[in-house]
Structure formats: C-alpha cells, structure tokens
C-alpha cells in the first residue's frame, strides 16, 4: 500500500475531462436532440435552471429502484436521486399504491382530509416540535417558516449561513455562491443576490453568518443588535449540504441553541435535505438539538411535491385570521399525504435506516481505502444516506474553507468517469450521493469501481 502523499497532475486531470466528456456526448444523441427541441419552448431546454448542464442536460425517462433509464436508453444506478428527493428510490410499490389507490378517490378539494393531520402527527412525534403546516417545496418551506417567525418577532432582519441554499425567494438568494474576493470579513460578510431581479432591500435584510464558527456568528448578531437590527431567525441547515456534505463540530449546534435562545431569534432548522433521509426525526433525531422551527421537503413524500413546516406552540400560534396568513390551495394535497404517510408508516422503518447504514458504511470505507492505497489525502463525509467524497488535502468545515480548498474540476472529472460507468452521482460541483432503501450491495460495487478507476486514472504516471 502507498504512504506517500501524492498530487494528481492537473493536465492529467484536464485531459481526462476532455476524454470523457467526448465520451458523454458520443452517447448521448437523444438527449441532444431534445434540448435543441426543448430550447424552442424552455429556457435553457429546462424546466429549472438546476436541470441545465453544459452543453446539454441529461434527460430521463423512467426510473425503478436504484436505477434510471434516460432518453438515450442507458440504465444509470442513481445515486443523484433528484438531489435527495428519492431516498425511498424510485417507484416504491408501497408509495405507488398508497397514491393510485388516492388517485381514484380524488386527487384534490381545497378541503382538508384525514392524512394530513396523520403526517402531522408522525412528525410531531418525531421532531419534537408539536405544530405543522404543509406546503409544496422546500422553497414554500423556508419562505413560510421565515415570514412566520418574523410575524412572531416583529423583526425583519434574517441571518442565514454563508454559502447555504434554502430555496428560490428573495430573502434566501442571498450569498450562496460568491467567489472569495466577494465574501467581505469572517464576522461581516456581504450579502451579495444570487443573481438578477432581487430587490436590494430584500437582499439588505438577509445577513450572512458562518457555519462551524460560534465567536464569529455571535460577534455579527452583536452588531446587528447593536444597530438595531436584531434578527427575526436564524435560518440554516443543521449539516450543511449545498457543498458536498459538511458536518456540525462538537457543541456548534448547542452553542447556536443557547444563543438564539438568548436574543430571542427564532432557531430555523432548514431540514429539507436531512430531514427524513438521515432519520426519521433528520437531525434533530441524530444531534438532540431541538429548534423552535423546521422545514422539511424533497424526501418527505417519496418524490410528490411536498413541503412541511413545524414549529412549537407558541410560535406556530400566529397562524390565526388576521395575523400570519399561511396559505396554499395545494398545501395537504390528498395525493402528497397519502404517500408522505405511505412512507413514514411503511417504508422509512427502522430496518430500511439500518440498511442504509450498511450501503453508506460500505460505499465510504470503500472509497477511504481506494484514496489510502493511492496515497492520497481525500476523505469521505457520511450521514446515513448522505455522503460525499470530499477532493481536499484540507478538511472542509464551512463555505470559505470549501471555495479554497474543494477540487472542482476534479468534482467535474468524477460525474463524467460515474456517467460513462453507468452511475449517476450530483454533478460537478461536489462528488455526492444519496443512496436509496433499494439500493443494494451490487450498486455499491459498482460506485467503488468506476471511484477506483477514476483515482487510478488521474494518479497514472
């Protein structure tokens, strides 16, 4: 076994890209024809921008279990799973019946029906938090939590955390994704739109905090106060997961309890990728720190839009006529309940985690062993069935320490060696996954494959 640390040689890395992307695109004529259809009727031949990918996206046409099959007719393990939506994997029979036996009985009223208040119950029980709403998406999620909380307060101020994603309305595109020059100081970062057509005050009152920094975090909400700014909420991702998967230090999240509690801001647990794929009370279950609000989202009902929003009584109490107006004529969608509660009785069981632990125990020390044979530094980042290979000789610990140190064309070389091997992974922006409860031990053999082949490849002489 090699000891020695070694550096991949970048025009190695540069001319592997080139390769394999020749390689995408050879095989990937219909899906190339249809963005050049796509592009007469959506922009960028998508539905979302998060769908686009250069110089076309990849366009799928069924899925079942851990795999899809795209337009072209190749058959990918999925370990992308529509960015976490999919833990479940995909057309569960469990989820598919519990929705066409809905489905005959009415798709939606407008009125409420039974199911919702039996999710509500489950997630009651197990995030700790006695209230909830419904909504479509995680976007809904964090926006009706942060206007609850500021109806609750009185406050306008926002914090989020630097480099975090919590959906697609004004006051969270906010510093998401700057370059380092941008970022201002550690205890004053700039709050920066991401992108056009956000009204400056909207992008003025979202603050930006660090993630995995307590002394910086508190000197800014000291500032803020000062000023007399003191925020409604802190909103953030209790594991960060729009750069990979980043993990909590031991007592940061116990140290944001207590100072949130302090000043009276509301604490929003933004759970929409961990919730339910990590547990099934996400990290609140798996870290004991209870917040006064979360969001939940993408894994909740096995791939039907559907968002959810908890909190304690009090806050959640605001609720009422002529106070905060939590509204949607989709929200508790007959269809969405019956799959949310389809999967939270049937199928998210205690064996399906335990199985999950196994697949992600597996898949990590897998790719650790392959990194250590090779002599390199890179290590791997898991939360049951999230996980990430993270490319840095530097362990990552929030946005800052990731844009310095995170190999992205790497990240960009090992979606192209997954896709032309027949595995689907998040694409070039981090190496990461989310296994599915259909997963199976064979699928985790062959991530590690093309993983091996990718290292020995770029590490070749």
């Not at 056009?196 to 106060?225: F, H, S």
């Not at 000023?227 to 116990?254: H, Y």
Request: include cysteine; aromatic fraction near 8%.
């Amino acid at each position: 076994m090699t000891t020695k640390e070694r550096r991949p040689d970048r025009r190695r890395i540069a001319e592997l890209l080139e390769r394999e992307l020749k390689i995408v695109a050879d095989n990937t004529p219909a899906c190339r024809e249809l963005y050049r259809r796509g592009l007469e009727s959506l922009p960028m031949g998508v539905a979302s921008s998060y769908q686009a990918r250069d110089p076309y996206p990849i366009y799928a046409r069924e899925g079942a279990g851990s795999k899809i099959v795209t337009v072209d007719g190749k058959e990918m393990v999925d370990f992308h799973n529509a960015f976490g939506c999919m833990v479940q994997g995909h057309a569960h029979p469990v989820i598919v019946e519990a929705v066409h036996e809905r489905m005959k009985l009415g798709s939606q009223f407008a009125l409420p029906c039974e199911d919702s208040i039996i999710v509500a119950e489950h997630l009651a029980r197990d995030f700790k938090l006695p209230k909830w709403r419904f909504v479509n998406s995680g976007s809904e999620a964090t926006m009706d939590a942060i206007r609850i909380a500021r109806g609750f307060t009185g406050r306008d101020t926002v914090l989020k955390i630097m480099g975090s994603y919590h959906g697609h309305h004004d006051y969270v595109m906010v510093s998401v994704m700057m370059y380092d020059e941008d970022l201002g100081p550690r205890d004053g970062y700039v709050s920066l739109p991401y992108g056009t057509g956000l009204p400056a005050c909207a992008v003025a009152m979202t603050v930006p905090v660090p993630y995995n920094d307590i002394a910086m975090m508190e000197a800014r909400i000291e500032r803020l106060i000062d000023e007399g700014r003191t925020p409604a909420c802190l909103i953030m991702e209790p594991v960060m997961m729009n750069l990979g998967v980043v993990l909590p230090e031991p007592g940061f999240l116990e140290a944001v309890r207590t100072l949130t509690k302090k000043h009276g801001i509301v604490l929003i647990f933004d759970e929409v990728k961990s919730g339910i794929t990590t547990a099934a009370g996400g990290a609140v279950e798996r870290f004991g720190v209870v917040p006064d609000m979360v969001t939940l989202a993408k894994a909740i009902s096995g791939g039907l839009p559907a968002g959810a929003v908890g909190g304690t009584d009090e806050i959640m109490s605001v609720i009422a006529p002529g106070k905060v107006y939590q509204v949607g004529t989709y929200n508790g969608n007959p269809l969405c309940m019956a799959a949310a509660r389809a999967s939270l009785e049937k199928v998210m069981t205690p064996e399906a985690y335990a199985w999950l632990d196994h697949l992600n125990g597996r898949l990590m020390s897998g790719i650790d062993a392959v990194n250590a044979a090779h002599g390199l530094p890179y290590y791997t980042v898991g939360i049951r069935s999230k996980g990430c290979v993270t490319f840095s000789r530097t362990k990552i610990t929030d946005y800052e320490s990731y844009i310095e140190h995170q190999d992205h064309e790497l990240c960009r070389l090992a979606w192209a060696y997954a896709f032309n091997r027949g595995v689907l992974i998040a694409g070039n922006r981090e190496a990461e996954w989310t296994l599915s409860i259909q997963h199976a031990d064979d699928d985790i053999d062959r991530y590690l494959a093309f993983y091996e082949e990718l290292i020995r490849d770029v590490t070749a002489a």
